[in-house]
């Protein structure tokens, strides 16, 4: 297939051929695959500025899509990849492959650092998305840091570079990349210069608020190294629709107010939110894994929505939500790769029930099979939220998106619903920040 790249895609190309390292967040949808492949050949081909690149991805986007976009395009077909990925046995082996590029899942990456040691060979790095990188504390940030000064080229892909909306998350991104030329080397020299304590108990700070001015003064200094495009592609509208659910609340109140209902208990307060929003679904674990039916309200108003007669996708993150989904509806089919991604397209499966994490990031196609999201379980991370979502409403599709929210009245489920926006909102003041309009 021909490459012809739209005037985003060719932005974000030179953005990265032209500096050793930049935080590109290119739209959902916006081809940041094939353009960083292409940027990765010149690099090496025609600059013969680096010699091997390791891709750090999520498991399903490492498993389907580098070696597969790879192959899809004509300019690129003399790009050899390789996937580490499996058993250590052949993790060890694809090393050993000669190839061009090497695409590992982010939770062996720490397992590669300490492999390689002293003998790095990869000058060029991309983390596709940017998840298990935001936290300086996380053992995928603290690999990279150890191998930082081996690597000559350094991207970072990700459609939500500020997902709490706060940027806090930012200064690992860009501090990794610049070694703290912009932000600081420190995070608690960053927060003191940007930042006002906001909810504490006596010493011990719980959260943090910007400054007056310090939005625009972060998102100045980052401009240079971060960039936000938008696409330039005509996308269908997305309509977002709440269904409200009402059911019996006895035990959900009763978890409320007690922390306890029967065998289900909360330690903590984070538990506590985990266990209602699985009873707003319909069910809950209790500290045994025994699932405990609560109701059947959100399974009903699944049915009202599959028998409009259009393929569903359907996100839910409980296994015993699936399961539920799974024995009403005969005819549904878990989300395994692949296969079901191809069946999907081929209008085989009238109802595919995901995990947002499984196909949140980098699994294209599904919008070819479908234009009707369902939400049986909200999540809290905007993060799969918008990519989930993304994976039907991006270039490509040729209907109006439709994304239902099952919303359980009165409970946890609003209260998510509402974080979810609010997070949005503020992610969207960066991204319009930095954007450079292609």
């Not at 191998?147 to 690992?172: A, C, E, F, H, S």
């Not at 609003?414 to 292609?438: C, F, P, S, W, Y």
Request: proline share 4%; hydrophobic share 45%; with cysteine.
């Amino acid at each position: 297939m021909e490459y012809l790249p739209r005037p985003a895609q060719a932005l974000a190309q030179d953005r990265m051929l032209d500096n050793p390292y930049q935080l590109i967040a290119l739209r959902m949808g916006g081809g940041k695959t094939v353009v960083t492949l292409t940027a990765v050949d010149e690099l090496m081909r025609d600059r013969f500025e680096i010699s091997k690149t390791l891709v750090v991805a999520p498991l399903r986007v490492a498993e389907l899509v580098w070696h597969t976009e790879a192959a899809k395009w004509g300019h690129l077909a003399a790009l050899r990849v390789s996937k580490v990925l499996g058993s250590q046995g052949r993790r060890l082996e694809a090393l050993r492959a000669d190839a061009d590029v090497y695409v590992i899942n982010r939770e062996n990456f720490v397992w590669l650092v300490r492999e390689m040691g002293k003998k790095w060979p990869f000058d060029c790095v991309v983390i596709d998305e940017n998840k298990g990188f935001k936290d300086r504390g996380s053992l995928a940030w603290q690999a990279l840091k150890r191998v930082r000064q081996k690597i000559t080229r350094l991207y970072i892909l990700t459609g939500t570079p500020d997902p709490n909306g706060n940027l806090l998350d930012l200064w690992p991104q860009i501090s990794i990349m610049d070694r703290g030329q912009r932000l600081g080397k420190g995070i608690t020299g960053y927060k003191d210069r940007w930042y006002l304590p906001d909810k504490r108990n006596g010493q011990t700070i719980f959260s943090w608020k910007l400054r007056p001015g310090a939005r625009d003064e972060i998102q100045a200094l980052v401009r240079d190294v971060m960039v936000s495009i938008d696409t330039g592609a005509v996308l269908p509208d997305r309509i977002d629709n709440v269904v409200p659910v009402a059911f019996d609340r006895k035990r959900y109140d009763e978890m409320q107010a007690t922390q306890v209902s029967g065998r289900v208990m909360a330690v903590n307060t984070a538990v506590l939110a985990g266990k209602l929003g699985q009873m707003a679904n319909g069910a809950v674990y209790d500290d045994a894994k025994v699932v405990h039916h609560i109701h059947d309200a959100k399974l009903d108003a699944l049915e009202e929505i599959i028998d409009q007669g259009e393929p569903v996708l359907c996100f839910t993150a409980y296994v015993h939500d699936m399961d539920r989904i799974k024995a009403r509806f005969p005819q549904a089919v878990q989300f395994d790769g692949e296969r079901s991604l191809l069946a999907w397209q081929s209008g085989l499966i009238s109802l595919l029930v995901m995990h947002p994490g499984s196909g949140g990031h980098g699994v294209d196609g599904l919008q070819l099979g479908g234009n009707v999201a369902v939400w049986f379980g909200l999540p809290y991370s905007l993060d799969l939220y918008e990519q989930a979502n993304a994976r039907l409403h991006r270039p490509g599709q040729e209907n109006n998106v439709v994304v239902h929210h099952l919303v359980a009245v009165g409970t946890i489920d609003e209260r998510i619903m509402g974080v979810l926006a609010n997070k949005g909102d503020m992610q969207q003041t960066l991204i319009d920040a930095v954007k450079e309009l292609a």
